[in-house]
């Protein structure tokens, strides 16, 4: 039997042995051979980092692939025009790479194509109903939804396997996404989570860039010198407490490093990363588009204090952003303003800091969108459009309406990945699915967390059985990606 | 060396002549050097145990290891002797050596002879299922209660020293958090202190748990965790899912035995309670191991047996003793379909049959109807056989209030407990008592186990094993920690969220309430006329409001169905006039124009009176009260919407409204009325000073920091480390902030006669304690001798932050 390079060893063993008792007549004795070594997550063999910290850019709602970074036929608007025939709403444009062509309004992500791997060929399950929430759900931990226990996020995981890259630092920060007062915010909830590693390995939730400064300063109205005469004044009182020995020790004694971890944090110089204001203006211009242009902004800065993983995310809000029901090529213009300065500045203030090499950033989406096909040929998906013509009438039935899962793509820049090279590849008429190396969520991840330096066999025991990094330990990084 | 050489010595001889084989000198020490330390005992990798003979035999998760008679066809010979370390067994360390491997031949092709009655280990520990009632030891030094005889018992035995009692002060703080989970007011202390009567303990217990509201506000977060209850969450946006709220909070305020909860819950007497064996039905596919069906077999196992059913099912379990088949034969009590079993996913070609886990106190007949099955299930449950579903309930009391369950973790029921007498007693004290949820709380909490100082832990504390040394402390749930914080500041929301009514029915409230709905109808109920049968109309009003309501309480009835929206959402509906319910409506109501629409259907044979009914209790913020009723005010229209999608009120849009008919009512209408509606409209009014209660409301940013958890799955233990992030929040979050201000404007506004004094309050009524003279002193350097709401705000903050004041000690 021979090794694939990129599959520790253990996992190989286990696909094997129940290979060989499906083919065999003779039953076969296994022994659940991965939980030998890696019941505690400790003895996988991780294979060697390319990456050190991780940029989830959440394009939320469904990311028309057509539209973005895989142009099919285009054709402009114009009354009457038959909606089957519809495939790109914006023109191709060239980029830095020969052979790589993304679409009109995102010019500037077009000058660092040259820096990126684009995989374009990412797929998705159809789930039955394609839902965003689920969908995303999937795609934040691994797991389809329900699942019977709380699953961890990639950046909880990433937080548990690695810990923090600074002591001070949070080791996950999540930019961008209010979690209360928006639609379907607990199904957000449930999976921006660490689940069953508790939250101590969980997000720090920053959904408004601007105030990030904020959730690291003492409480508003509240000068640096109270704020420390204060927590001298609370350490006193602890020591004064009569109660002190009566208490369970350990138990006052985590609860008293934690409260000194938090005073740290927020009494550090590292907090100055939170605060995008104390950036040069002229810098700051170039990310200034929208909240999730400072969010990319924020997440430089967070990474440079070294955080190990942030998101940040056009932001979830039903029928907003790249959720487009309608108007579609009119809001993906706008999207494009939005993301297409600060991404490109992101990555050209990488590498000029030299942090670029160690920092994978990943631009992707739930799904792509279609404006004939919900979910992909054959699927069983309620159609979810509100309208349905035939030919357009009005320029808000312009667009990719519908949820796509056939074919998406998926950006990375840094962090080993291969530098302008294309992965997989996508028909040019409908249905425009991946016809070559078509990359599953189990394999992203793989892919992702491979990068990272963590073995997608990685697992912990919840409940006395073993749950994965991806799904069964099963997921194969794409190993064509990297350099 | 020597036994080693005569070993190889052997076997040599075994491979040539027809020597047989001793199992426990030859076969045994091979079995134990390679293969024991994960095939024996509780250990059964790949499903694998060689524990005993017919465990061997069994074989492993893909079927038999080893052909009898037939080594050649053995997987287990295969494995050991392949040089393939992909395959090879053990998979890591030192390999069988060739003469052993053909003593193993040998001894299967001999058909594996073993020895009578020999085990690796004993076998796996396996609880006693019926309940058993222990014989008491004598008690020590006079302390009678049965749990601390036990305990006494328990610790003589170990040679450990019993644990110090607790003085009046701790008494008071943690039996308030532990059965109320309120602080206990500084003049409640002072009184409790004071008071000589010996039996002053016993009769706060009490007094604690007659106090219906709070107690049902307390354990109300228990059972939502246990029961994955909540106000809004993943399921609810779809309509997948319902609350049973009302239902809940009505058992607790009442007290309901805990073998009727049981039943009502299994087998729902109506849908107030079934949300909860309906589980979360989501939208689109979901993996076999999460149907519905499957949910049920998990949550009536987790909830009321204490076992984790989610290994099996999806494949027999390599934890416990628990097979796919027994999980799916829990599902397909609940399922009203034929319920192929699947394995990992993939179906295996065979139909579930309903069944339960313990068929040696009964079974389900899988041919009865679905209703009739669940039934059934509610009785075999509650079956007074059925000693695990009492003792899982007990230890889960125990663990609330002890800090440590009997059986630990608390659904690893299958595990043996530290002490079974205590286990035993405990539940069949539980039972005597009438599955009296109060009354076993208060038994615990009466023993001097319960009321001595708690156990100081280390790391290694439980490394060789559980001994009671008192209790451990308890962090204070995010519920406890908000409601204490809520307390001390005033800053409790004026609104909650839980459609609940928080009290019993007032029947001094009740008399005071005139009814004011009227009956409506169409144009068909116009004088002279009968609706015909099977007319369905719909029936609107418009109201303002000025503010979100406090609360707000409806009756509504039909004669014969109806459904009521509320701004688009689905918030009642029935089918049965003669039974009134009543609807809280305070979150369904909001400030600005709020839209009522009334779908109502006649029924019948021919022509019969129509009717529909609603009266609406409005307590606005400014304690004003706004009556919503049925009258000539309403419009109806003969369009009806298209039938509701996932409880939401899809377009209408109808033109022609016309002022409804007012129907005078039937006389049995009337009864139904002003029998029930009094009453149930009191019901919504009472309670309604209290605070709100953090429980009563949706998990907040910071009750989220603090570890109330997504009820997507039944949460038993929440954890008890308070993390970094947590940290961050309390150190700087705006919510506590924002309510420690407000407290600390409102002490400063309150004349006190010295700093110390505001100091003395503080610690009294935060940590039920006084300060200390070095405490004063310290705090007197922060507050100064005219406190700021600034400098209050920083003491305050610094003593909710305290160790001291974040557990229940």
Not at chain 2, 470 to 497: H, N, Y
Not at chain 2, 560 to 575: H, T
Request: some cysteine.
């Amino acid at each position: 039997m021979i090794l694939e390079e990129d599959q520790p060893e253990h996992l190989v063993r286990r696909d094997f042995l129940k290979k060989l008792a499906a083919a065999s007549t003779a039953a076969w004795m296994t022994g659940e051979p991965q939980s030998l070594w890696a019941k505690t997550g400790e003895k996988v063999t991780h294979p060697e980092a390319k990456a050190d910290a991780c940029i989830l850019l959440w394009m939320a709602g469904g990311m028309a692939a057509p539209d973005t970074f895989d142009p099919k036929g285009y054709l402009p608007f114009e009354k009457g025009l038959e909606v089957k025939r519809m495939l790109s709403t914006f023109p191709a444009i060239n980029t830095s790479v020969d052979g790589i062509k993304i679409c009109q309004g995102m010019e500037n992500i077009a000058k660092v194509m040259d820096r990126a791997t684009l995989i374009r060929s990412a797929v998705q399950p159809d789930l039955g109903s394609i839902l965003h929430s689920r969908h995303q759900y999937h795609w934040h931990t691994g797991y389809v939804p329900p699942q019977t226990v709380a699953t961890p996020h990639i950046g909880a995981w990433m937080a548990k396997v690695l810990g923090p890259r600074n002591a001070v630092m949070p080791a996950f920060i999540n930019v961008g996404q209010r979690l209360e007062g928006v639609g379907e915010s607990e199904e957000l909830k449930a999976f921006t989570t660490a689940g069953f590693f508790g939250s101590e390995f969980g997000p720090m939730n920053l959904p408004f860039p601007e105030e990030a400064a904020q959730s690291v300063r003492p409480p508003k109205g509240m000068e640096p010198a109270r704020f420390a005469s204060r927590d001298k004044f609370f350490r006193k009182l602890v020591d004064l407490s009569p109660h002190r020995d009566h208490m369970s020790d350990y138990q006052q004694q985590s609860m008293l490093r934690s409260m000194d971890n938090a005073y740290r944090l927020l009494s550090s110089k590292e907090r100055e990363a939170f605060d995008i204001t104390l950036e040069p203006k002229e810098s700051y211009a170039k990310y200034d588009t929208s909240r999730f242009g400072r969010g990319c902004l924020l997440a430089r800065r967070l990474i440079e204090a070294g955080t190990r993983f942030v998101e940040v995310t056009t932001e979830y809000v039903p029928f907003f952003q790249w959720d487009t029901h309608k108007d579609g090529h009119t809001t993906v213009a706008t999207m494009h303003k939005e993301i297409d300065q600060p991404i490109a500045q992101l990555v050209l203030d990488l590498e000029a800091k030299g942090l670029l090499d160690r920092t994978l950033i990943i631009i992707a989406s739930e799904f792509s969108r279609d404006a004939l096909m919900e979910g992909k040929p054959g699927s069983t998906a309620n159609d979810q459009t509100t309208f349905k013509v035939d030919t357009l009438s009005e320029m808000k039935h312009y667009g990719l309406h519908r949820h796509f899962t056939g074919g998406t793509s998926v950006v990375m820049f840094g962090g080993g990945t291969k530098k302008g090279y294309l992965y997989g590849e996508t028909a040019d008429e409908r249905p425009l699915i991946a016809t070559k190396n078509p990359v599953s969520v189990m394999d992203l991840h793989a892919t992702i967390m491979t990068a990272m330096g963590i073995s997608p066999k990685t697992e912990y025991t919840i409940e006395g059985r073993p749950f994965y990094v991806t799904e069964d330990g099963k997921g194969k990084a794409v190993m064509d990606v990297f350099a | 060396m020597l036994p080693r050489i005569s070993l190889f010595f052997l076997s040599v001889v075994g491979l040539s002549q027809a020597a047989p084989i001793d199992f426990s000198h030859q076969i045994v020490p091979i079995l134990r050097e390679h293969c024991a330390e994960c095939h024996t005992g509780d250990k059964k990798k790949g499903g694998l145990s060689i524990n005993d003979r017919e465990a061997l035999i069994e074989g492993s998760e893909n079927g038999p290891v080893i052909v009898l008679g037939k080594s050649e066809k053995s997987p287990l010979i295969e494995v050991i002797t392949s040089t393939d370390s992909d395959i090879q067994m053990p998979p890591k360390g030192k390999r069988v050596p060739p003469e052993q491997i053909a003593l193993l031949k040998q001894w299967i092709d001999e058909g594996a002879v073993w020895e009578k009655g020999f085990a690796f280990k004993k076998p796996a520990y396996d609880p006693p299922l019926k309940p058993r009632k222990p014989v008491l030891s004598a008690s020590i030094d006079g302390r009678e209660h049965p749990i601390d005889r036990i305990i006494d018992h328990h610790l003589a035995q170990k040679k450990q020293p019993r644990p110090e009692p607790i003085n009046d002060a701790t008494f008071i703080r943690r039996a308030h958090l532990d059965l109320t989970g309120l602080l206990p007011e500084p003049e409640a202390l002072a009184k409790f202190i004071a008071d000589p009567a010996p039996d002053k303990r016993a009769k706060l217990i009490h007094s604690l748990l007659s106090d219906d509201v709070a107690y049902a506000d307390h354990w109300l977060t228990f059972w939502n965790d246990l029961l994955r209850n909540d106000y809004g969450g993943t399921g609810f946006i779809t309509g997948g899912r319902k609350q049973i709220s009302s239902w809940l909070y009505r058992a607790l305020v009442t007290n309901m035995p805990f073998d009727q909860f049981t039943r009502e819950l299994i087998a729902p007497p109506n849908d107030e309670s079934r949300g909860y064996i309906d589980g979360i039905k989501w939208r689109g596919e979901v993996s076999a191991g999460q149907t519905v069906e499957i949910q049920f077999a998990q949550s009536i196992s987790q909830s009321f047996l204490g076992i984790n059913m989610k290994c099996a099912s999806c494949h027999d379990s390599f934890i416990d003793r628990w097979k796919l088949d027994e999980a799916y034969g829990l599902a397909a009590i609940y399922s009203s379909r034929p319920l192929d079993i699947a394995r990992c996913d993939k179906p295996i070609g065979k139909q579930a049959t309903a069944s339960w886990l313990f068929p040696e106190i009964g079974q389900v007949d899988a041919k009865a109807a679905q209703p009739e099955r669940l039934k059934q299930l509610a009785a075999l449950m509650t079956h007074p056989q059925n000693g695990r579903f009492t003792r899982t309930l007990v230890n889960r009391l125990w663990h609330r209030l002890l800090g440590h369950g009997i059986v630990h973790p608390v659904d690893s029921m299958q595990t043996e407990p530290w002490n079974a007498d205590l286990l035993d007693q405990l539940a069949t004290n539980f039972v005597e008592s009438g599955y009296d949820l109060r009354k076993t709380l208060a038994y615990i909490a009466t023993s001097q186990a319960y009321q001595s100082t708690t156990q100081i832990l280390t790391q290694e504390t439980d490394d060789h094993g559980f001994t009671f040394a008192g209790p451990r402390a308890r962090r204070l749930t995010a519920e406890q920690f908000v409601d204490a914080i809520w307390t001390l500041t005033s800053a409790a929301p004026s609104k909650m969220d839980a459609p609940v009514f928080r009290g019993k029915v007032d029947t001094e409230q009740a008399k005071k309430i005139a009814i004011q709905g009227r009956w409506i109808w169409g144009d068909s109920a116009a004088a002279g006329k009968v609706p015909p049968s099977d007319e369905k109309i719909t029936l609107r009003q418009t109201l303002k409001l000025d503010a979100d309501p406090t609360a707000a309480t409806a009756v509504v009835t039909c004669d014969n169905a109806f459904i009521l929206y509320i701004n688009g959402r689905k918030v009642s509906g029935g089918d049965d006039w003669g039974k009134l319910a009543a609807v809280p409506l305070h979150g369904a109501l909001k400030k600005g124009a709020n839209t009522l629409i009334a779908v109502a259907t006649n029924g019948g044979k021919g022509p019969n009176a129509a009717g529909f009914f609603l009266d609406c209790r409005i307590r606005m913020p400014d304690g004003k009260e706004i009556t919503l009723a049925t009258d000539s005010t309403w419009q109806w229209t003969p369009q009806f919407p298209a039938a509701s999608k996932e409880g939401r009120l899809g377009a209408f849009d109808a033109k022609d409204w016309k002022p409804v008919t007012l129907v005078e009512a039937v006389p049995v209408w009337q009864k139904t009325i002003d029998s029930q509606a009094p009453a149930l409209l009191a019901q919504g009014v009472s309670g309604s000073t209290r605070m709100i209660r953090a429980a009563l409301v949706k998990g907040d940013f910071l009750m989220r920091a603090l570890g109330r958890p997504n009820r997507d799955q039944i949460v038993s233990m929440r954890p008890n480390d308070l993390t970094t992030l947590e940290a961050i929040d309390l150190a700087n979050g705006q919510t506590l902030a924002d309510a420690l201000r407000k407290g600390s404007s409102k002490l400063a506004s309150e004349k006190w006669p010295a700093p110390d004094a505001l100091t003395t309050h503080l610690y009294r009524h935060a940590l039920s304690r006084d300060p200390t003279a070095g405490e004063l002193t310290s705090t007197r350097e922060v507050l100064g001798t005219q406190p700021t709401p600034q400098s209050i705000e920083d003491v305050l903050w610094a003593i909710c932050m305290m160790p001291e004041f974040q557990f229940v000690r």
